[in-house]
């Protein structure tokens, strides 16, 4: 590596100008980010309150009755019980995929917005690229979630239907803005310094855009950084303990489960005794599955915690609130993020409770999250007034709201 592209990985030189005016590219990639986070979060707790338990109940009765009809011979109840997991299948998984992707695309927004400033173009182009970004990230959840409900109808393609139209345009929206970004952040590093005409010819490197963000030292930016990257560890360590514990006795049972639930009748000499083991094996199969969920989801939240706490420490200067009630919002949104995979784990061990107890924490993530983005459309701009040297050396004033104001 070059001098001049170690220059622009450090950051070293001129401070960021207008860094986050009220209409800049930064500061609509956190908003939406943000909000983004909030809505899928949202989203995700009236989906596991309202669709995802009676989904699965309804699989399970649908496979109930789909063995017994295989007891019965009865072929065409058969089939239709069997469309009737599909159905429910289908459902679940376009929710679960909006839900996924509304929440990685704010993930995906929070990231471009801290290397905002080392994208070479100008303000207006990386505007219209955030905005894009923004509309790809709406337009693609809705056009998903649309898909179990629209289906094939008027569609012009055979087995293509308009919410997948609608859903794929959304996407090529967040691909075409994520190639312009990285297409910025190329000729940024190519521009750093021209190291022939600069260092080789003694004329002094053009200067690289310092980001403030990257210098705060803040007891709300340290700790979100630090707890996030505990969460992330806890995630990865409780993967791996899933993995070589429980994860490929589990894929060798389910395996064994619908083999019983297919072959019992027909071994079985009476075919009452054969349609008992079938349900048996039902029964089974519903709490492999349901216990194989909820680990799955504990490890996956636990890492998203992680990662929603570590990129919003790096805008907690633009956080326009009372330090105290900064500093109150963190610790929810960090409680929040051990609650909800802790007590997800344990919803098989005591049920409602469990699950009251997961939704709760996550309530506490998204009100922190909300509490945040509320500091952040509130900032006046006095951290980009800020001297320059004071910038440089990570001393710049902090946003504090006004001694009358709660939050």
């Known amino acids: 590596m070059d001098t001049a592209q170690a220059t622009f990985l450090a950051g070293e030189a001129h401070p960021v100008k207008g860094g986050f005016a009220a209409y800049s590219a930064r500061r609509i990639l956190v908003v939406g980010g943000i909000t983004l986070i909030i809505v899928g979060m949202l989203f995700g707790d009236i989906f596991a309150v309202f ?68 994208v070479a173009w100008s303000e207006r182009a990386k505007k219209r690229l955030a905005v894009l970004l923004i509309i790809g990230a709406v337009v693609l959840p809705v056009g998903v979630l649309a898909i179990h409900y629209v289906g094939l109808a008027s569609s012009p393609l055979e087995s293509i239907g308009w919410a997948s139209i609608i859903a794929d345009a959304g996407g090529l929206l967040v691909i075409l803005s994520c190639v312009g970004f990285l297409a910025g952040l190329w000729r940024g590093w190519n521009r750093a310094a021209p190291v022939a005409t600069g260092q080789d010819s003694g004329a002094p490197a053009s200067p690289v855009a310092h980001d403030a963000l990257l210098a ?61 083991t079938a349900e048996l094996a039902v029964g089974d199969y519903g709490n492999l599955q349901a216990d194989h969920a909820v680990k799955i989801a504990a490890h996956s939240h636990i890492i998203e915690f992680g990662l929603v706490a570590m ?65 952040v459309l509130r900032y006046t701009g006095r951290l980009d007034g800020a001297p320059p040297s004071s910038l440089l050396q990570g001393t710049a004033p902090q946003e504090s709201a006004p001694k009358g104001s709660a939050r």
């Open 51 to 118: 669709i995802l338990h009676p989904n699965a109940n309804g699989i399970g009765q649908a496979l109930l009755a789909a063995t017994r009809a295989v007891a019965a011979g009865d072929s065409t109840a058969v089939g239709r019980n069997f469309q009737m997991i599909g159905n429910a299948l289908e459902n679940r998984g376009t929710k679960v995929d909006a839900h996924l992707h509304m929440v990685d695309f704010g993930y995906l927004a929070l990231l471009l917005a801290i290397v905002m400033p080392y």
């Open 216 to 276: 705060d030292r803040s007891w709300c930016c340290r700790v979100l950084l630090a707890g996030g990257t505990l969460l992330i560890l806890a995630g990865f360590a409780h993967g791996a303990w899933y993995a070589a514990r429980d994860l490929y006795k589990q894929e060798e049972l389910d395996v064994n489960l619908l083999s019983r639930m297919t072959t019992s009748i027909l071994e079985n000499a009476s075919p009452q005794a054969g349609l008992q």
């Open 311 to 375: 990129l919003v420490a790096f805008f907690q200067p633009y956080v326009f609130l009372q330090e105290r009630w900064k500093r109150r919002w963190v610790v929810a949104l960090l409680m929040g993020g051990v609650m909800l995979p802790v007590f997800v784990l344990l919803e098989l061990r005591w049920g409602l409770l469990a699950a009251a107890i997961a939704d709760f924490g996550g309530f506490l993530v998204v009100v922190a999250l909300a509490a945040m983005l509320t500091g």
